[in-house]
């Protein structure tokens, strides 16, 4: 058997496939960080977990990115136990404990609030998700977190976006970086520029101890889980296009939309001698449609 042979055994493959996606979310990660100067030198950050592969990924890459980082960060992993049925609460704190973490876990019974507010057959998230955020806005604090990392991807973020448009006519989704309406908190999504099936195959390759969430996979006919499936389908037919969508987000022109507050459409006059532009300096095409 010869060395190439040798090379193409599925084992070492196998480590060599696992090497190159981590190495693939390490450095989006750092991008992230470093475009959005999500992290800074002194910074104390409370990853939120779920029990999700997304959490998981993201606090499994903080911890290897902080080893050789330029800047001195802490790391507190935080997991909100909401008291659904059958939660292995032994789970989330035997794993931080092997992988030698600081963590915090806390109690709050917000599944039965929501299961007593919300209609049978309605939509729990927002509740669920505004419940969830009072008490991580809370525990950061407690904490002595001046940010907060959340686990939402790029396909997250570009959901957000669809569902705003389809259902809320807005223009908004997941910023990768945001400063809370109280203004004492940052949040900040180091996975934004990951994508969903990467971090899928990466949480398999680790084998992460996931934990299933009881109240979103009770609810099948979620409009997200719609949206999910359109850009599932868009890049099955047309690859390449859901990262298109993405950089579209980070390229917008406020003069080509139609946002009032963003852009002084009113005050818009014609110069003499000279042709309407874009942003850079070119002769717009949107003059030769009028």
């Known amino acids: 058997m010869d060395a190439m042979t040798l090379n193409l055994q599925p084992e070492p493959k196998a480590r060599y496939e696992a090497s190159k996606l981590a190495k693939r979310l390490r450095r989006l990660v750092g991008a992230a960080i470093a475009d959005f100067n999500m992290i800074e030198d002194g910074d104390r950050v409370m990853v939120c977990l779920s029990g999700g592969k997304d959490s998981y990924a993201l606090l499994d890459i903080l911890m290897a990115l902080r080893v050789k980082a330029p800047v001195r960060f802490d790391l507190v992993a935080y997991n909100l136990d909401q008291k659904q049925p059958d939660f292995p609460g032994h789970v989330l704190p035997e794993y931080l404990t092997r992988l030698g973490v600081r963590f915090h876990i806390e109690s709050r019974d917000t599944y039965s609030v929501v299961k007593r507010v919300i209609p049978e057959g309605k939509t729990m998230c927002s509740l669920c998700s505004r419940l969830r955020r009072g008490n991580i806005y809370r525990a950061a604090t407690e904490l002595g977190c001046n940010k907060i990392a959340l686990g939402h991807h790029r396909d997250d973020m570009l959901e957000t976006f669809f569902l705003n448009m389809f259902y809320g006519g807005t223009l908004k989704g997941m910023p990768p970086k945001l400063i809370s309406d109280d203004g004492r908190h940052?949040?900040?999504?180091?996975?934004?520029?990951?994508?969903?099936?990467?971090?899928?195959?990466?949480?398999?390759?680790?084998?992460?101890?996931?934990?299933?969430?009881?109240?979103?996979?009770?609810?099948?006919?979620?409009?997200?889980?719609?949206?999910?499936?359109?850009?599932?389908?868009?890049?099955?037919?047309?690859?390449?296009?859901?990262?298109?969508?993405?950089?579209?987000?980070?390229?917008?022109?406020?003069?080509?939309?139609?946002?009032?507050?963003?852009?002084?459409?009113?005050?818009?006059?014609?110069?003499?001698?000279?042709?309407?532009?874009?942003?850079?300096?070119?002769?717009?095409?949107?003059g030769d449609l009028i």
């Open 186 to 286: 940052v949040v900040i999504r180091p996975l934004a520029y990951c994508a969903e099936d990467d971090l899928t195959e990466y949480a398999q390759r680790k084998a992460f101890p996931i934990i299933p969430c009881n109240l979103c996979g009770s609810q099948p006919n979620l409009q997200r889980q719609a949206v999910k499936e359109m850009l599932r389908q868009w890049e099955k037919k047309w690859p390449g296009r859901v990262e298109n969508i993405f950089r579209a987000l980070q390229n917008v022109a406020p003069s080509h939309l139609a946002d009032r507050h963003l852009f002084d459409f009113a005050g818009l006059k014609r110069r003499d001698g000279a042709f309407m532009s874009d942003d850079d300096g070119k002769p717009s095409a949107s």
